[in-house]
C-alpha cells in the first residue's frame, strides 16, 4: 500500500500533541490504517525550537501545501481567514483535511461544506467539539440510522469551570475568573468563551451533522456567563438546580431552533452533574432516545487524540455520513423571542411601595403569568433581592417586561435571567 | 453500485426493529451507505403473523443462507450454540455478519473472532453491548489513537433498576424484583441478569476491544445483586455511596484485570448518577481520559438503531479496527484474589458477649486493617446488623475472614460484602 503523506500546519500545544502521537504510536496506527508519513509541520516562526518536533520536519504553509507528498492536511493552528485559505487550497488540490478547527467550521460553514462536497478529499472534524469526546463519531456513525431530535452541550471548559468554582466557593464572577485564570483554566482574554461565542461554533457543528445542512454560527442567538452572580447559583442550589451554559438545538420536521445561554438544569439530570472543566453533550436521537457523552473537552492529548483518530479513518479511505448537504427544503429557524421556557428573574431593587406591584403591572402586561415571586425582608429603603420565575412563555414578551422594569428608578442594576432547560 | 442483499436471523422484537427501520428509512440509508434489499427474515415459527414483517419475507435459517443473494447477515436470533452454527457458516461463505449477540461473542470469542479474521467478511456488534450507546465505535473509532486502559460500566439494565428501585423504596431484594417484573423492566426467569452473567458478557466484548483480543466470559470474576439488603443500600446512602453493580476492566502493560460484582461508588461520581434501566459505560482512554456515555441500554429501538448503524458500516465496506488478534504476548490476567479494594461488609449477628472480637480476631489474623465499624445499641441477644469497612486490602485475606466468621455461631444470615471502586 502507499505510504501517505501527511502534513500538520500548527506546531503549537495540539500540533505538537499529534506529532507526538503519530511518532510514537506508528506501529499501531500503520497497522490500524496502512503506512504513512509525517512530512513537515508549517510553523509560523521557523527559527523556534519546538518541543517535540524535529527542526528539520517545520516548513512553511506553502512548502507543505506545495509538497507533491501531501495526501492529507492536519490544521490545528487556529484562527480564521488564514486557515480558511489554507484548507480551501488543499481541498481544491482533492487532499483531504483534518481540522480542529470550530471557528473556521462555523464561521465559514456553507463554504467549506461545499468545498468538501466539490472535491474529492475528505473533511473531518472530531477534534471541533468537546475535544477527546468522540461526539462526531457518535452523531455520524453510532446514531446513523437515527434522526437527531435535540442536542444539548456543556461544550466550554472554561465557563463550566469558573460556574463550578462560584457554586463551590460563593464567589464572584469576577473572583472566579481571576482564580481560573491563575489556575491555568481560563484564557488571559476569555471574551470568547465567557460570551458563549465558543460554545456556538460548536453548536453549529453539531447542529451541521444533525441538520446534514451547513449551520453558520451567527445564525445562533448566543448569551454568555458574566452576568451571573452568586446569589443566582445559591438559589439554584437552593431549588434543586445548577446554572449551566449550554449550546441547545432542537431539530424536529421543518424547524430548528439553536441558541447559546446560561439555563437552569434540575439536579436530578446527569447533564447538571457534570463539573469543572468537563464537558459533557446530551444527543437525543429518534430511535436511540437520550444519550449523554462527558469527558475532557480540551488539553493537549484528549484534542490530539480526536485529531488522529480522524487520521485514521482518512487514511482508511472513510468519510464522514451526515458532513454534506442533503436535498431537502430548509427548515425554518425559530427566532429567539418564539423559543418557549419557564424563566427565572433576578431584580436588585430599592425596597420602596409599589416596587412589587410595578413588577407585577409590567409582567400582566405582557401576558407572563408568575409561577413564583420571592423577595427577603429586609429594612425598609436598602437594596434587596426580588426574585420571580415564570410558567412557559415565549421570550419575546418576557423581554418586553424586563425591558419595562428596566425602565423603573427602582432598579439598581441589570436584571438576570436564566431560562430553565427541561 | 451492485444492490447488497440483506437477511435477518430473528423474528421478534429487536429483528422487526430492524425491518421497520430497514423499511421505513431506505432512502436515507441508502443515500448514505448505496443500494440495499432486505432478502428475507428467518423466524422460528413460519405459519405464526409477526407485526411489521411481510410474510412474503419470511423463511428458514437455511434458506437464508443458501439465498444467493446474501451479502450481510444480521443475526438477533439469541442463544449461543444455534446462531454459532448459522454466523459461522455465513462468515465462512465470505458474508459479512451483524450481530447483537452479546452470549455469542462472549462464550465463543477464540472462534468468533478467529473465523471473522479467517475470512473476507466482517464482524459487527455495536447492538451487543449497551444498546443503542455506540460503545463500540467510540472504543473502536473515537479511540482509536488510545490504549484503553479503564472500562467500568453499568451494563445491565435489569440490576441498576432493581438497585434504584431498592434504594427509592427501601424495599426487599425480592420486591423490588416482583415490581419490576410487574413494570416489564425484568424477566421471568431472571436468572442470567441478577447473577452479573450478561454484564459479564457485555464486559468480555467491551475487554476483547480494548485488548485487541478475544476476551471469553468464563475468565470473569462474575457476583450478582440477589445478596444486597435495604440495610446496605441505606448505608450507601448515609455515607455517600450508591451501589451499582459494574463489569470493570483495568488494562495496564502485561496485566488485565476483569470482574463483575456489586461495587460501592461515591455520589460525586457520575456513574453513580445513573438510575433505572439506564446504563453506562465509563472508558478511560491513554490520551483521552476518562469518558462517560449513557442512555438507553435496551429496547427494540435502540437496540435496533445500533445494529441499523453497524448494517451502514458493513454496506460502506468498512471494518472494526480493534476486533482482531494483535500479534503480542497475551496480558496476565489478575486472580480475583490479588485484586486490592475497601470493602464493606455487613453482617447480621446474634448481639452477645464477644461478637466483636471475634470478628476483629478473624480480620486481624487475615491482617486485614479495618477502617470503621458500626453497631447499634439493641437490647442484648436479638439480632442486629454489625457492619465494617476495610482498608485497601487483596481480596483473597478478605474472603479468607468471612469464611472464618462465616463458621461463628453467632451469624444470624450470609455476610453481604461489597467492593468499593475508586
Given amino acids: 500500500m502507499k505510504t501517505r503523506g501527511i502534513g500538520v500546519i500548527g506546531g503549537g500545544v495540539v500540533g505538537s500533541g499529534v506529532v507526538?502521537?503519530?511518532?510514537?504510536?506508528?506501529?499501531?496506527?500503520?497497522?490500524?490504517?496502512?503506512p504513512f508519513e509525517l512530512i513537515g509541520v508549517a510553523v509560523r516562526d521557523l527559527g523556534r525550537p519546538r518541543e517535540g518536533i524535529a527542526p528539520e520536519l517545520c516548513t512553511s504553509v506553502d512548502a507543505l501545501l506545495a509538497d507533491?507528498?501531501?495526501?492529507?492536511?492536519?490544521?490545528?493552528?487556529?484562527?480564521?481567514?488564514?486557515?480558511?485559505?489554507?484548507?480551501?487550497r488543499a481541498l481544491e488540490a482533492g487532499k483531504t483535511v483534518v481540522t480542529a478547527n470550530k471557528a473556521l467550521l462555523a464561521e465559514r460553514a456553507e463554504a467549506m461544506f461545499a468545498l468538501a462536497q466539490a472535491h474529492p478529499g475528505k473533511l473531518f472534524f472530531e477534534a471541533a467539539v468537546a475535544g477527546g469526546i468522540p461526539i462526531i463519531a457518535a452523531l455520524d456513525r453510532g446514531l446513523a440510522a437515527n434522526r437527531v431530535v435535540a442536542v444539548q452541550g456543556i461544550l466550554n471548559g472554561t465557563c463550566n469551570d469558573l460556574l463550578s468554582r462560584m457554586e463551590r466557593t460563593g464567589c464572584?464572577?469576577?473572583?472566579?475568573?481571576?482564580?481560573?485564570?491563575?489556575?491555568?483554566?481560563?484564557?488571559?482574554?476569555?471574551?470568547?468563551?465567557?460570551?458563549?461565542?465558543?460554545?456556538?461554533?460548536?453548536?453549529?457543528?453539531?447542529?451541521?451533522?444533525?441538520?446534514?445542512?451547513?449551520?453558520?454560527?451567527?445564525?445562533?442567538?448566543?448569551?454568555?456567563?458574566?452576568?451571573?452572580?452568586?446569589?443566582?447559583?445559591?438559589?439554584?442550589?437552593?431549588?434543586?438546580?445548577?446554572?449551566?451554559?449550554?449550546?441547545?438545538?432542537?431539530?424536529?420536521?421543518?424547524?430548528?431552533?439553536?441558541r447559546v445561554h446560561p439555563t437552569l438544569i434540575a439536579r436530578t439530570r446527569l447533564l447538571s452533574q457534570v463539573m469543572d472543566e468537563l464537558n459533557a453533550v446530551?444527543?437525543?436521537?429518534?430511535?436511540?432516545?437520550?444519550?449523554?457523552?462527558?469527558?475532557?473537552?480540551?488539553?493537549?492529548?484528549?484534542?490530539?487524540?480526536?485529531?488522529?483518530?480522524?487520521?485514521?479513518?482518512?487514511?482508511?479511505?472513510?468519510?464522514?455520513?451526515?458532513?454534506?448537504?442533503?436535498?431537502?427544503?430548509?427548515?425554518?429557524?425559530?427566532?429567539?423571542?418564539?423559543?418557549?421556557?419557564?424563566?427565572?428573574?433576578?431584580?436588585?431593587?430599592?425596597?420602596?411601595?409599589?416596587?412589587?406591584?410595578?413588577?407585577?403591572?409590567?409582567?400582566?402586561?405582557?401576558?407572563?403569568?408568575?409561577?413564583?415571586?420571592?423577595?427577603?425582608?429586609?429594612?425598609?429603603?436598602?437594596?434587596?433581592?426580588l426574585v420571580f420565575t415564570t410558567h412557559p412563555a415565549p421570550d419575546a414578551p418576557v423581554q418586553a417586561a424586563l425591558d419595562a422594569i428596566e425602565k423603573q428608578s427602582f432598579l439598581a442594576g441589570a436584571p438576570v435571567r436564566i431560562r430553565f432547560e427541561q
Avoid: C
Avoid at 68 to 88: H, I, K, M, N, T
Avoid at 365 to 385: C, E, R
Fill in 20 to 34: 507526538k502521537i503519530l511518532r510514537e504510536r506508528a506501529p499501531a496506527l500503520t497497522r490500524a490504517a496502512g
Fill in 172 to 258: 464572584t464572577f469576577e473572583a472566579a475568573l481571576a482564580a481560573a485564570q491563575a489556575a491555568g483554566f481560563a484564557e488571559a482574554d476569555p471574551t470568547l468563551d465567557i460570551s458563549g461565542g465558543d460554545t456556538a461554533h460548536k453548536l453549529a457543528v453539531l447542529a451541521t451533522l444533525a441538520l446534514e445542512r451547513p449551520i453558520n454560527s451567527a445564525q445562533i442567538f448566543t448569551e454568555g456567563i458574566a452576568g451571573i452572580t452568586a446569589f443566582d447559583l445559591a438559589w439554584a442550589e437552593q431549588h434543586g438546580y445548577r446554572i449551566k451554559l449550554l449550546g441547545i438545538g432542537r431539530f424536529s420536521e421543518g424547524h430548528v431552533e439553536l
Fill in 68 to 88: 507533491p507528498r501531501l495526501d492529507l492536511l492536519v490544521e490545528v493552528a487556529g484562527g480564521v481567514d488564514a486557515p480558511f485559505q489554507w484548507v480551501s
Fill in 282 to 385: 446530551q444527543v437525543e436521537g429518534d430511535l436511540s432516545g437520550p444519550q449523554l457523552y462527558s469527558g475532557r473537552g480540551a488539553g493537549q492529548l484528549p484534542t490530539a487524540s480526536a485529531v488522529v483518530s480522524d487520521v485514521l479513518q482518512a487514511l482508511r479511505g472513510e468519510s464522514l455520513l451526515r458532513a454534506r448537504p442533503v436535498p431537502r427544503e430548509p427548515p425554518r429557524q425559530v427566532p429567539m423571542g418564539e423559543v418557549v421556557s419557564r424563566h427565572y428573574v433576578h431584580l436588585e431593587v430599592i425596597d420602596q411601595p409599589g416596587v412589587v406591584a410595578a413588577v407585577a403591572r409590567a409582567l400582566a402586561d405582557s401576558k407572563i403569568s408568575i409561577a413564583s415571586m420571592f423577595q427577603p425582608d429586609v429594612a425598609h429603603g436598602s437594596q434587596v433581592p
